[in-house]
């Protein structure tokens, strides 16, 4: 089970910082898990932000979140965090945390491929920024 919170309202330029909590399953086992966030923006497909493997920290960003989104992982604590800073209108959207205990590449790959599926996803939280 994956749950999202941090989400609400910022103003522009603002920052926020998503959580996902994960449960089920542990992160510091043998396994390289991808760990990715994700967003679905009224009207549009969704798409990675940025990802990371649970063993190797290997990290994938959305060129339109370069430089100002910062993905980490406590696998101690089974959490998947997002900083967001300097946010803008367009990062407007529900974040998605999702998992899968495979990586069939690397995880720059897998999540640069449009319409990626993970296995396990949490419920969602809204992200507003205001102008």
């Known amino acids: 089970q994956l749950v999202e919170s941090g989400g609400g309202l910022v103003q522009s330029g603002g920052s926020l910082r998503l959580t996902c909590t994960i449960s089920g399953f542990t992160l510091y086992s043998s396994g390289n898990y991808a760990l990715g966030w994700f967003r679905q923006a009224p009207g549009k497909e969704r798409e990675a932000v940025s990802c990371?493997?649970?063993?190797?920290?290997?990290?994938y960003y959305a060129d339109s979140v370069k430089g100002r989104f910062t993905i980490s992982r406590d696998n101690a604590k089974n959490t998947v965090y997002l900083q967001m800073n300097s946010l803008k209108p367009e990062d407007t959207a529900v974040y998605f945390c999702?998992?899968?205990?495979?990586?069939?590449?690397?995880?720059?790959?897998?999540?640069?491929?449009?319409?990626?599926?993970?296995?396990?996803w949490g419920q969602g939280i809204q992200v507003t920024v205001s102008s």
């Open positions: 990371i493997s649970s063993r190797d920290g290997d990290s």
């Open positions: 999702g998992t899968d205990s495979f990586i069939p590449v690397d995880i720059r790959t897998m999540c640069a491929t449009p319409g990626v599926e993970f296995g396990s």
